[in-house]
């Protein structure tokens, strides 16, 4: 079965680049860099994205900070090991980048306050791990999810989801090896890791807030999909 790679993840992001881009990598001679934008939420706060992008796609002032751009590409995982342990790696990875036209302060509380897409996510993968539902001390329902989206030459990209209220209970019975489509946004948020020697760091954790799911398929739980989920996590 051929799997169309655009429309199993894509995203459309809209926000401001903010700090410097940095080098990021070399494939077959093209230079790969990393930058983070923006993304105002109606609350007011903002999610501060990182993105992947060729060379090919930037001129030499289109990540300048504070410049307004239009990002479509996907959402995508990696594993980098350190310490001897494995850690999953999130990033945008930008297919298309346009500059966007600045507005004035109330224009541009308008543009967000509209329907106009800032930020949305959509994924098309399998369960493959058991998703943890819990309740917060305030009673509101969080279900954790992890997503194993394929991609083109045999890989997968594994992506963090978090399901709230009436999403939460439905994925709670979610079985592992469940064909599931998500819409949602890309968003950041800090937590403190705690290290074995009392030490506490600040991290920032990526995932999909999902806005609505719906299962496509319900399939009994796939060997393949369980064996790629251990190399993730």
Not at 108 to 127: A, H, P, R, S
Not at 185 to 206: L, P
């Amino acid at each position: 079965m051929d799997t169309n790679y655009l429309e199993n993840n894509y995203l459309t992001l809209v926000g401001k680049v903010t700090g410097e881009k940095k080098f990021s990598h070399e494939i077959y001679g093209e230079r790969f860099y990393i930058f983070n934008l923006s993304i105002p939420r109606l609350s007011g706060n903002s999610d501060i994205i990182p993105i992947t992008v060729s060379e090919r796609l930037i001129k030499e002032d289109t990540l300048q900070e504070g410049k307004k751009l239009l990002i479509k590409g996907q959402f995508r995982s990696y594993n980098s090991y350190e310490n001897e342990k494995n850690r999953l790696i999130l990033t945008v990875f930008a297919k298309d980048i346009m500059e966007v036209e600045e507005k004035n302060e109330e224009e541009e509380t308008d543009f967000i306050k509209k329907d106009t897409i800032t930020n949305e996510v959509v994924l098309v993968g399998y369960i493959c791990k058991k998703p943890i539902y819990r309740q917060t001390p305030f009673g509101r329902e969080i279900s954790d999810l992890l997503l194993a989206v394929n991609r083109a030459y045999n890989k997968s990209d594994y992506i963090p989801c978090i399901a709230w209220g009436r999403n939460a209970r439905f994925c709670q019975n979610l079985e592992v090896g469940s064909q599931v489509k998500v819409v949602g946004r890309v968003q950041s948020r800090t937590y403190e890791k705690k290290h074995e020697d009392g030490s506490v760091e600040t991290r920032v954790a990526y995932e999909v807030s999902v806005g609505s799911l719906e299962v496509i398929e319900e399939n009994e739980p796939q060997k393949e999909v369980e064996e790629q989920s251990k190399e993730a996590v």
